[in-house]
């Protein structure tokens, strides 16, 4: 499987940001998907997980409320979207696969994207 995220950007506090992350290589219907994200000087940390029918889905504390993932099997594709940005949310953002969408919450991951870089300022 390859993963490649776009829709990384600057934007200000406050604002919105859709990522997407398009996958390619293996039946992607198969498998969860999610997002991590790693922040300047800070441990990469999970962000939000998504079953592979889309029916279970899990969130970090931190972005509850605020960023919803979302699947479309026809395009092979997952998306992030965040609302509510702060400068808190400045990180890099990975896409992953997973077997399950609880197990890529626990950081069991079988593929890494390379990453988009979101830039939040206040």
């Known amino acids: 499987v390859h993963l490649v995220e776009s829709g990384g950007g600057v934007v200000q506090a406050g604002a919105s940001l859709r990522l997407s992350c398009a996958a390619s290589g293996s039946p992607f219907n198969s498998f969860a998907r999610g997002w991590f994200r790693e922040a300047p000087g800070k441990e990469r940390e999970f962000v939000a997980s998504?079953?592979?029918?889309?029916?279970?889905?899990y969130y970090a504390d931190s972005v509850k409320g605020r960023f919803t993932i979302s699947r479309d099997n026809a395009k092979n594709t997952i998306y992030l979207q965040m609302n509510g940005l702060t400068a808190g949310d400045t990180a890099v953002y990975y896409c992953?696969?997973?077997?399950?969408?609880?197990?890529?919450?626990?950081?069991?991951?079988?593929?890494w994207g390379q990453g988009t870089l979101v830039t939040v300022s206040s």
């Open positions: 992953v696969t997973g077997v399950y969408a609880r197990s890529i919450m626990g950081s069991d991951i079988e593929v």
């Open positions: 998504i079953g592979w029918s889309g029916d279970r889905t």
